[in-house]
T-cell receptor
């Protein structure tokens, strides 16, 4: 079946602009995560959605970052007033949470802030 | 504070050799330890995972060794192949909550033919 998809695959923006990154999780997966992968820094948790529960926003680095998940499926990560240090690959993952704890990752969106 | 420390940063192995990547963690509440494999331009994919009630788990050429008292775990790749060349990440999480993964910084493995 289809895996996690993300769009766009690449995004180049100017410092100060807002960007929106999209994630389509695997159908039927109730949990969705956003991670950030910076060069040489591994993957860093950003935010987690599970069903109708309040999201875990503990990893968001600043109030310029926000995310929403509409209808329990598609999620959008928004970065306002982008800075050069926001340049990274943003990865989305989803999981079923019914005995299989595997997080399935999308291919990521590479964000470059000039 | 880095909760999962991974070493080495990079590793070069000859085809047929054994690749060993080590990780150490600090949070004793962690109870699930997956390893992810990532190829360039792709998202990470689960390779193998272990829970702390066992000391070793083997799947094909891949083995996780787990030492709970030392808070360390390692990935062994036997008979390494050029197709294994990728970046490997260890991770840890606490099950039952959000299960957000805490990742090591990754090891870039190169297997020479």
């Amino acid at each position: 079946g289809a895996g996690v998809s993300q769009s766009p695959s690449n995004k180049v923006t100017e410092k100060g602009k807002d960007v929106e990154l999209r994630c389509d999780p695997i159908s039927g997966h109730t949990a969705l995560y956003w991670y950030r992968q910076s060069l040489g820094q591994g993957l860093e948790f950003l935010i987690y959605f599970q069903g109708n529960s309040a999201p875990d926003k503990s990893g968001l680095p600043s109030d310029r970052f926000s995310a929403e998940r509409t209808g329990g499926s598609v999620s959008t990560l928004t970065i306002q007033r982008t800075q050069q240090e926001d340049s990274a690959v943003y990865l989305c993952a989803s999981t079923q949470f019914t005995g299989d704890d595997t997080q399935y990752f999308g291919p990521g969106t590479r964000l470059t802030v000039l | 504070q880095q909760q999962v420390k991974q070493s080495p940063q990079s590793l070069i192995v000859q085809k047929g050799g054994i690749s060993i990547i080590n990780c150490a963690y600090e949070n004793t509440a962690f109870d699930y330890f997956p390893w992810y494999q990532q190829f360039p331009g792709k998202g990470p994919a689960l390779l193998i995972a272990i829970r702390p009630d066992v000391s070793e788990k083997k799947e094909g050429r891949f083995t996780i060794s787990f030492n709970k008292s030392a808070k360390q775990f390692s990935l062994h790749i036997m008979d390494s192949q050029p197709g294994d060349s990728a970046t490997y990440f260890c991770a840890a999480t606490v099950q039952g909550g959000s299960e957000k993964l805490v990742f090591g910084k990754g090891t870039k493995l190169t297997v020479n033919p």
